[in-house]
């Protein structure tokens, strides 16, 4: 097997507590360093908060990217009011980044464009203010167990949060195989993977085994820059992709190839410790 490489991105958001805790682990299992994507409208309100999770994440030798000034939907509003977005969002990338390099960007939701002629609007607009987009290469929606971990930790249901955390890692494990398999069909090798990951407690929970297992299978960890210097990420899909979705699902797009049937276990967790 050839050698595996991996970068983890975070999503900088409120949570202190959960953010120390993956800077633990992070500091612990000895990853490189991460980049979290920041919207700089949530500093307001939480100030004291949310500006020590900035740099207190910076101190840690992390980075930080854009991710736009709210979180804005690209698929919601006009190309210039998203690039008005990106633009907002840049004052406090330069007070809080120190001297890395803070030209990344995330889309949020992945959302790309739902038309070419926006698409191709952003990535001019982001090429001209010298911006790299930081891809995902794979998703496995961490978010959904966040809601479901608070009810149960909340309710002290001990069972159904160890039910969670190997969900959590059974979901995370098939979809690793789906996007690898997906990468083998596109580019017939496997590349440095980027993924997806946010701050929040259920992922600070299962961040250690999660590292554990994707070293059992092979894993190694770089920087988001390595990874992206993979001539993978120099393919356009040059498609609107309404909905969004990760690089490889554009790619297919782009081919009219189909996804690989799927299924998360969104149902399932919706209904956990609800009573």
């Not at 190309?79 to 803070?102: H, R, T």
């Not at 038309?115 to 290469?137: C, G, M, P, W």
């Not at 440095?192 to 894993?219: E, K």
């Not at 990760?246 to 009573?275: G, S, T």
Request: aromatic fraction near 10%; include cysteine.
């Amino acid at each position: 097997m050839i050698s595996q490489r991996l970068e983890r991105n975070q999503q900088i958001s409120h949570g202190s507590k959960s953010s120390v805790s993956i800077l633990d682990t992070l500091k612990r299992e000895h990853v490189p360093p991460v980049y979290g994507f920041v919207n700089a409208a949530t500093l307001e309100g939480e100030t004291k908060t949310t500006n020590s999770v900035l740099t207190t994440w910076r101190d840690a030798g992390n980075y930080l990217g854009s991710h736009t000034l709210s979180h804005a939907d690209l698929e919601s509003v006009s190309a210039q009011d998203f690039e008005k977005e990106i633009l907002d969002n840049e004052p406090a990338l330069q007070q809080y980044a120190g001297a890395s390099d803070w030209h990344w960007f995330r889309y949020p939701f992945l959302h790309e464009g739902e038309t070419l002629e926006k698409r191709q609007a952003i990535e001019n607009f982001l090429r001209d203010h010298h911006y790299r987009v930081a891809e995902v290469s794979l998703d496995f929606e961490d978010t959904m167990y966040n809601a479901p971990y608070a009810r149960c930790m909340d309710k002290q249901r001990t069972a159904s949060v160890a039910a969670m955390h190997d969900s959590y890692l059974a979901v995370a494990d098939e979809y690793t195989d789906v996007f690898r398999s997906l990468a083998h069909t596109l580019y017939g090798r496997d590349i440095p993977y980027v993924v997806l990951l946010h701050v929040g407690a259920a992922t600070a929970y299962m961040l250690p085994d999660l590292i554990a297992q994707l070293r059992s299978r092979g894993f190694t960890f770089v920087t988001l820059p390595e990874a992206m210097k993979d001539s993978a990420y120099a393919i356009d899909p040059a498609i609107g992709y309404p909905g969004g979705g990760a690089l490889q699902e554009m790619l297919l797009a782009a081919r009219k190839l189909p996804f690989p049937p799927n299924a998360k276990p969104n149902d399932a967790l919706d209904h956990m410790c609800q009573k």
